[in-house]
């Protein structure tokens, strides 16, 4: 089951979907057994979340006063940027700093540590020994596109667990298989997306885009097949997706009653951040567009434009302002009165994508 919470409140809105995957109570009955919990975000370079490649400490925040409130004392905040990027430099560019002093919650650079050799799924993997000796792992990556595996997300966050050397070797071997087989030999107890901004186009930001939610799962499979499709892209698009389910890391089957939005994407009304809506404001008509709406506009109009599609299009129109309007296409529940409209609200990437590509033709 996945939980998906949309607002702007990244530190109010961490410990809300917390306290709905966990109500169980599963944490507060771990602290008799005092473990180490280890919280791994994405700091791939020393930028503030708002550049779009950086995991918000304003949740990382949430997560850590719910854990304290549960009891949970003996925590860590560990990470390895990439490599040739100063992770020491990344926590205090990213805000992790005055988190550590608040919380008392120590800092740990990987790049530091030792690793060791794992053998799993036929393949040895070196990995932090840090990492390995948590007893429960908090996955909290960013929704956001990768030059190579198109998508990186729950999965693929866990590459800042290796040395440098193997995050190369990985690279050299296509990714897919070694991110899989990691997260083989590396569990995510628990898996709180930061999908507050991530990026269009780059796993190191520079186009940042609002979605407004979050996304909490027990499963970074299946995180990762719906993180995939708020994208507009197809699960079978991002191969170790699949890997990972079939080395029984998790389920790649998305089925509809596996996602529960807790609140409306209204929660998140106001207009986007568009910094990376130069080159396709012509297609886009927007008045008063959601930012979950809208950025999945965005995503899959930037899906269009990579396969050279775009111009075939005339302007989408997306937002609260078309509601009871007439219209050409349109995208969310609010353009229903369109000649053509994508429903939901907000509408997945892969949806949109999906409902343009018919509507042009060029649908499989
Ligand atoms: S369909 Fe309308 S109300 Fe729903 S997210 Fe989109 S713009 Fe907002």
Request: charged letters at 20%; glycine letters at 10%.
């Amino acid at each position: 089951m996945l939980y998906v919470l949309y607002g702007r409140n990244g530190e109010e809105m961490a410990q809300g979907a917390l306290a709905r995957l966990d109500a169980a109570g599963e944490i507060a009955a771990l602290k008799k057994r005092r473990p180490l919990v280890a919280i791994k975000p994405n700091l791939v370079v020393a930028q503030p979340a708002e550049w779009g490649a950086t995991t918000s400490p304003a949740v990382v925040r949430g997560v850590l006063r719910y854990l304290r409130e549960n009891g949970i004392t003996n925590l860590v905040i560990m990470e390895s940027s990439w490599a040739g990027e100063c992770t020491k430099q990344a926590f205090a560019a990213c805000g992790y700093q005055e988190l550590s002093s608040e919380f008392a919650v120590p800092l740990l650079d990987l790049k530091d540590e030792p690793a060791v050799p794992v053998l799993i799924a036929g393949m040895e993997i070196r990995i932090c020994k840090a990492a390995l000796q948590a007893d429960y792992l908090i996955n909290i990556p960013v929704l956001k596109v990768h030059c190579q595996t198109k998508l990186t997300c729950a999965l693929k966050n866990l590459k800042g667990c290796i040395p440098d050397s193997e995050k190369r070797r990985f690279h050299r071997e296509g990714l897919h298989r070694p991110i899989a087989a990691l997260n083989q030999a590396l569990k995510s107890h628990l898996v709180l997306v930061d999908a507050l901004q991530g990026d269009l186009c780059h796993e190191e930001g520079g186009t940042p885009v609002r979605m407004d939610r979050i996304i909490a799962g027990r499963d970074p499979v299946l995180v990762d097949a719906y993180a995939a499709e708020l994208l507009g892209f197809r699960t079978e698009e991002i191969p170790y997706i699949s890997l990972a389910a079939q080395f029984g890391v998790g389920n790649a089957c998305l089925a509809a009653e596996a996602v529960t939005e807790l609140n409306n994407s209204s929660a998140a009304a106001g207009f986007p951040v568009d910094c990376s809506t130069g080159s396709m404001q012509r297609w886009i008509s927007e008045r008063q567009a959601c930012s979950p709406c809208f950025g999945s506009l965005l995503h899959a109009l930037q899906r269009f434009k990579e396969k050279g599609n775009l111009t075939s299009l005339p302007p989408v129109s997306v937002g609260q302002g078309f509601r009871g309007c007439r219209g050409q296409i349109g995208v969310g529940d609010c353009t229903a009165g369109f000649d053509s409209h994508v429903p939901g609200c907000p509408p997945k990437g892969r949806e949109i994508t999906e409902a343009l590509e018919a509507w042009i033709g060029l649908d499989r």
